[in-house]
């Protein structure tokens, strides 16, 4: 009789921008292998594709094979916040070595981080259009059409995770 239990394998640690703030749908793929039965079941809560919230969440998975045998691993999913990705944003306009410009950038990331840490989410997305402004106004200049597209994109995303 089998009565080994099948090996399951998870993720290390999955990060996911928040998209909303809601948290942010995430995938993520898990496996089992067991020495008898070739297709042992796997359940895991929170299923992939759930939505996230914000932040941290453990996620459980349990294989269990033909015979009964069961395994139970866990795995986090974090999904950054407006703040942490504010900060990633604020990263990439430093690693992009702007001089003034891009210091001017980086005021603006600073203020929506205040303003989110201040529970301001409106005055946050303001700020935010100012920096989109500031980039769309550097396109051709300062930045590339791709670098604007991901400057851009990314402060929308944090428009959208702080709400209307």
Same mark, same amino acid.
């Given at each position: 009789?089998? *009565?080994?239990?099948?090996?399951?394998?998870? $993720?290390?640690?999955?990060?996911?921008?928040? +998209?909303?703030?809601?948290?942010?749908?995430?995938?993520?793929? %898990?496996?089992?292998?067991?020495? =008898?039965?070739?297709?042992?079941?796997?359940? /895991?809560?929170?299923?992939?594709?759930?939505?996230?919230? !914000?932040?941290?969440?453990?996620?459980? /998975? +349990?294989?269990?094979?033909?015979?009964?045998?069961?395994?139970?691993?866990?795995?986090?999913?974090?999904?950054?916040?407006?703040?942490?990705?504010?900060?990633?944003?604020?990263? @990439?306009?430093?690693? @992009?070595?702007?001089?003034?410009?891009?210091?001017?950038?980086?005021?603006?990331?600073?203020?929506?981080?205040?303003? %989110?840490?201040?529970?301001? $989410?409106? !005055?946050? &997305?303001?700020?935010?259009? *100012?920096?989109?402004? #500031? %980039?769309?106004? #550097? =396109?051709?200049?300062?930045? +590339?059409?791709? #670098?604007?597209?991901? @400057? =851009?994109? &990314?402060?929308? &995303? =944090? #428009?959208?995770? @702080?709400?209307?």
């Amino acid at each position: 009789p089998d *009565s080994t239990p099948p090996v399951i394998s998870v $993720p290390d640690t999955v990060y996911e921008d928040a +998209t909303s703030p809601a948290g942010a749908v995430v995938t993520y793929s %898990v496996g089992a292998v067991d020495d =008898i039965d070739p297709n042992p079941t796997i359940t /895991c809560n929170p299923a992939s594709g759930s939505v996230f919230a !914000q932040l941290l969440t453990t996620v459980t /998975c +349990t294989a269990i094979d033909a015979a009964g045998n069961s395994a139970l691993k866990s795995f986090d999913v974090v999904v950054k916040d407006a703040n942490w990705q504010l900060l990633d944003l604020e990263s @990439l306009v430093s690693n @992009l070595n702007l001089g003034k410009l891009g210091a001017s950038l980086r005021d603006k990331l600073e203020a929506a981080r205040r303003f %989110v840490a201040s529970d301001k $989410p409106n !005055q946050a &997305r303001d700020t935010l259009s *100012s920096f989109i402004n #500031q %980039v769309n106004a #550097q =396109i051709g200049k300062a930045f +590339t059409a791709d #670098q604007a597209t991901e @400057l =851009i994109a &990314r402060a929308t &995303r =944090i #428009q959208n995770v @702080l709400g209307s």
